[in-house]
Antibody, heavy 121, light 114 residues
């Protein structure tokens, strides 16, 4: 059973960089796409970006200038960096696996439990 | 960008009764070359991540009870819970994945027990 676990600071100061890591267990990070998705408290879901195990990425245009996603296949991990954060970036951040071509590639079948990141001084 | 609009925002249904959730996309998510609707449904219970219920608009994910069904094509879609159970209390989201990579989610519909 594939499991994803987000880790990183729960509190980030305004203008600083949010950094999170997703550790994949129970399966290989290879041959799949992996996404970061966030959910502000009490609100809906917003896709941030994805990375393929090979390292190719694609980001939400609304966040593109501030987002970097990277992968470390040796550790079965991928990471998110979001720079110049503001209170609007306060959210639960999820990592998720793309289900694959049989589902249409951009459907998410495994999710981490999510981690709340609060932006506050 | 494709915008997904769900209705209602919330609904209260008696146990054993039918719950119907609607999702409308601002443009068609039906891909003509394969005749598939690029539309998925997720269930999110409090304090949990979303769970995939349905993809291709009407294909149930493995392990999802058959009281959950999806229907619709083009721009108008429906998620139906045929006989609401207590464990179905959740927020339900539709998601289009036709216009990728920026897949868009609907605003969510909260289902409660009446």
């Amino acid at each position: 059973q594939v499991q994803l676990q987000e880790s990183g600071p729960g509190l980030v100061k305004p203008s600083e960089t949010l950094s999170l890591t997703c550790t994949v267990s129970g399966g290989s990070i290879s041959s799949y796409y992996w996404s970061w998705i966030r959910q502000p408290p009490g609100k809906g879901l917003e896709w941030i970006g994805y990375i393929y195990y090979s390292g190719s990425t694609n980001y939400n245009p609304s966040l593109k200038s501030r987002v970097t996603i990277s992968v470390d296949t040796s550790k079965n991990q991928f990471s998110l960096k979001l720079s110049s954060v503001t209170a609007a970036d306060t959210a639960v951040y999820y990592c998720a696996r793309h289900a694959g071509p049989a589902y249409g590639d951009y459907v998410y079948d495994y999710w981490g439990q999510g981690t709340l990141v609060t932006v506050s001084s | 960008d494709i915008v997904m609009t769900q209705s209602p925002d919330s609904l209260a249904v008696s146990l054993g009764e039918r719950a119907t959730i609607n999702c409308k996309s601002s443009q068609s998510v039906l891909y003509s070359s394969n005749n598939k609707n690029y539309l998925a449904w997720y269930q999110q219970k409090p304090g949990q991540p979303p769970k995939l219920l349905i993809y291709w608009a009407s294909t149930r994910e493995s392990g999802v009870p058959d009281r959950f069904s999806g229907s619709g094509s083009g721009t108008d879609f429906t998620l139906t819970i045929s006989s609401l159970q207590a464990e179905d209390v959740a927020v339900y989201y539709c998601q289009q994945y036709y216009s990728t990579p920026r897949s868009a989610f609907g605003g969510g519909t909260k289902v409660e027990i009446k």
